[in-house]
């Protein structure tokens, strides 16, 4: 996807939610909601070809396959809990959207966890 299509998709919804907002601020709302999901909705072929890019280099080198599992879940996680939380903010709802927040970082960490020691083992193995 152009980045300038995107670009400007947003910067239309968002002089568009502006300028509704006067009148009907729930409207506004709903826009910026709207051309959030249209955004997200335009980057999925992107993310399959980064996502399918990935998977190729990882079995290419079996050896890193589940790092690289593991990294890429803890990249969905970080986007999908980012995305989230800022769809709830804008939407008004900024504790329920800190919230999720909060839960991506302790899913991420739990995620972290056993790549962690990998790296720790190894380390030690050098040592």
Known sequence: MDMVKIAGIGILGAILAITVKK???EIAV????AVSVII?????DDLAEVIETIWNFSYQYEQVYRAIA????IVGI???SEFTAQFLNDAGQHAIGTKVELAGKVMILGFALPLLSQFA???MRLL
């Not at 709903?30 to 909601?33: F, K, T």
């Open 78 to 80: 970080a986007y999908i």
């Open 23 to 25: 009148q009907a601020p």
């Open 40 to 44: 997200a909705l335009l980057l999925l």
């Open 121 to 123: 083992e190894a380390v």
């Open 30 to 33: 709903q826009i910026s909601l």
């Open 70 to 73: 593991l990294i890429l879940k």
